[in-house]
T-cell receptor
Framework: QQQVKQSPQSLIVQKGGISIINCAYE??????FPWYQQFPGKGPALLIA?????SEKKEGRFTISFNKSAKQFSLHIMDSQPGDSATYFC???????????FGQGTRLTINP | DAGVTQSPTHLIKTRGQQVTLRCSPK?????VSWYQQALGQGPQFIFQ???????QRGNFPDRFSGHQFPNYSSELNVNALLLGDSALYLC???????????FGPGTRLTVL
């Protein structure tokens, strides 16, 4: 019940396109859903996060959509740029508990 | 302000040996969590330290142990190394309410 399933495993998008990565969780106690971006040789960096009291959160070109009833959430990257090429991880936790449960990751490549 | 730092960057050990990895949290952060990231996978939570005590633990055997010092820095110790322990070990630090975790660059451990 601790799993977070992420898809797709890899994604290739043309510059200027929309990148979409999906995640599904099982544990209904989860109430904090962050997305992390990881470049080769670096640790994950927090990109954007959402709590279940809202269905969408937007920060610049990055948007999280959240569907509580379906236990799914997704990351949309608008106007994707080559600099967005990285591995993206969704995660889930209980607010304040710190233990993050990560998805398997999506390797995103933006072609110029 | 220095972020989370980890040492060493890379480490090669043989099966059965013991290893100690070190982490200095972001300035002012009092809680440290350790994660194991196998190649091509998402990070998996090992344990968390707060006030020099282990507060939460993931599904890892007791070959994995840790310590937190009064200055909030932390060590991860792994005994009786197995080939499967080869991974990137990430340290993350945080402040209350402990949701945004800042990751270090990791220590790449190779067990031969």
């Amino acid at each position: 019940q601790q799993q977070v399933k992420q898809s797709p495993q890899s994604l290739i998008v043309q510059k200027g396109g929309i990148s979409i990565i999906n995640c599904a969780y099982e544990n209904t106690a989860f109430d904090y859903f962050p997305w992390y971006q990881q470049f080769p040789g670096k640790g994950p960096a927090l990109l954007i996060a959402i709590r279940p009291d809202v269905s969408e959160k937007k920060e610049g070109r990055f948007t999280i959509s959240f569907n509580k009833s379906a236990k799914q959430f997704s990351l949309h990257i608008m106007d994707s740029q080559p600099g967005d090429s990285a591995t993206y991880f969704c995660a889930a936790s209980i607010w304040g508990a710190q233990k993050l449960v990560f998805g398997q990751g999506t390797r995103l490549t933006i072609n110029p | 302000d220095a972020g989370v730092t980890q040492s060493p960057t890379h480490l090669i050990k043989t099966r059965g040996q013991q290893v100690t990895l070190r982490c200095s949290p972001k300035s002012g952060h009092d809680t440290v969590s350790w994660y194991q990231q196998a190649l091509g996978q998402g990070p998996q939570f090992i344990f968390q330290y707060y006030e020099e005590e282990e507060r939460q633990r993931g599904n890892f055997p007791d070959r994995f142990s840790g310590h937190q010092f009064p200055n909030y820095s932390s060590e991860l110790n792994v005994n009786a190394l197995l080939l499967g322990d080869s991974a990137l070990y990430l340290c993350a630090s945080s402040l209350p309410p402990y949701n945004e975790q800042f990751f270090g660059p990791g220590t790449r451990l190779t067990v031969l």
